[in-house]
């Protein structure tokens, strides 16, 4: 490793530590508690592999299939072993998992973008952006950080697998499908991962051989047909998808419609933010939802078309985006919290690329689509006039997370 990246990977986890570090002493909250009353059923378990069994999230969860997430559970297990009860060492181990996914970042915007200067400003943006505060003050969380670093991993390896000769293209194949299995194992949000490959592949690398495109992708649809399998063969949709009542239209347009506004919204202006949300805006008919999606629909279609003849990995990096959020959109409705910081966990990697991309072509002078390799001084300014605060708002979130007194006070 060379020592430009050494240095860039130092400002990263700094630029991480500085964000996180007011979180370290928070206690448990909100779901984290019931940690007290798991604490002597995961003591009792003498191996991880009882995670992956049907049988104990069929017994010791409310909704199994849908909170069916074994490298997760496993993970807390781990921490439990090593920690007990001490919020401390749960705290490090999430920061331990957002610096890795920082700077699996910066190796992403360098392989993606060719420049140096947008993998650093999209890795210090991501490392401080104070939406990722939510997934990092619960330690049930962690399946946000896990399943994010395995998919990060499957796309760079699937990358790579292309680039290589066919002597090696298939252990580089192999290794993808394998992090992707442990991504959706983590947080099955990360089932995105072919989508993104496909679009990567004909977008940037121009790959316009249907063959091509598709017969690498068999693999990773397999690991979603199995997965997907099992839960609904093996595993009970619990007691909350009983009582669930059906939704009208208006409903069924307007919370995806409410809930794709406001992501939007939350990962450009990251401010009031709050663990206990509401869908907006409102509409009394389906005609005003419509017409507005429709019309925001539209007009992203056209930019995205305008960015792509620009920068075809910014316009990568905007699908990245908007891929990875459908999954939580409320398409499928998610009753119990249609909007969730966390749940930008993910998508909001493309957002930090696409924004370091933005930053780099706005300070540079060069019209092509590639960013300069070095930053010059007033381009290091404003990433630093950006990043600062992005901290502060962090360090401040961390606050509210303090203790469930505080938290509960602030909804």
């Not at 990360?190 to 679009?199: G, H, N, S």
């Not at 495109?213 to 093996?234: D, E, H, M, S």
Request: charged fraction near 15%; charge should be positive.
């Amino acid at each position: 490793m060379t020592r430009k990246h050494l240095i860039s990977l130092g400002l990263i986890a700094l630029v991480a530590l500085a964000s996180t570090l007011s979180s370290v002493r928070n206690a448990f909250v909100w779901d984290d508690v019931f940690l007290e009353e798991e604490q002597m059923l995961l003591e009792r378990i003498r191996w991880p592999g009882v995670f992956f069994l049907p049988k104990y999230w069929n017994e010791h969860h409310a909704t199994p299939r849908a909170a069916y997430r074994p490298l997760r559970e496993a993970s807390m297990w781990l921490d439990v072993k090593l920690w007990g009860l001490e919020p401390t060492g749960h705290r490090v181990t999430m920061m331990v998992l957002h610096l890795a996914n920082s700077a699996f970042i910066y190796f992403l915007g360098a392989r993606l973008f060719m420049s140096h200067v947008v993998a650093v400003l999209a890795a210090v943006l991501f490392a401080a952006h104070p939406i990722h505060t939510e997934s990092l003050a619960m330690v049930k969380n962690r399946g946000d950080l896990m399943g994010c670093l395995f998919l990060l991993i499957g796309f760079v390896l699937f990358v790579r697998a292309f680039r290589e000769g066919a002597g090696r293209r298939g252990t580089w194949h192999a290794l993808s499908v394998a992090a992707y299995a442990a991504a959706i194992l983590s947080k099955s949000m990360a089932v995105t991962l072919p989508a993104l490959l496909v679009v990567h592949a004909w977008l940037v690398q121009r790959v316009q051989r249907l063959g091509r495109l598709i017969i690498p992708i068999i693999p990773f649809l397999l690991v979603v047909v199995v997965f997907f399998g099992f839960k609904r063969a093996t595993l009970n949709t619990g007691i909350w998808a009983k009582e669930r009542t059906p939704l009208n239209l208006t409903e069924r347009v307007g919370l995806p419609s409410g809930a794709l506004l406001r992501y939007g919204f939350q990962l450009a202006f990251p401010v009031n933010l709050h663990h206990d949300q509401y869908i907006w805006p409102k509409f009394r008919d389906v005609a005003g939802q419509v017409s507005v999606l429709g019309g925001a629909a539209i007009l992203a279609a056209l930019g995205l078309v305008r960015l792509w003849r620009r920068s075809p990995p910014a316009a990568f990096a905007c699908l990245w985006m908007l891929l990875t959020v459908l999954p939580v959109s409320n398409i499928i409705p998610l009753r119990a919290r249609p909007v969730a910081e966390q749940r930008l966990y993910i998508p909001s990697v493309g957002w930090v690329l696409f924004l370091g991309w933005l930053i780099c072509k706005t300070r540079s002078s060069s019209r092509a689509h590639v960013c300069p390799s070095r930053p010059p001084r007033a381009l290091l300014a404003l990433g630093l006039a950006l990043v600062l605060p992005l901290v502060a708002l962090s360090c401040q979130r961390y606050f509210v997370w303090r203790n469930s007194i505080i938290l509960w006070s602030d909804a």
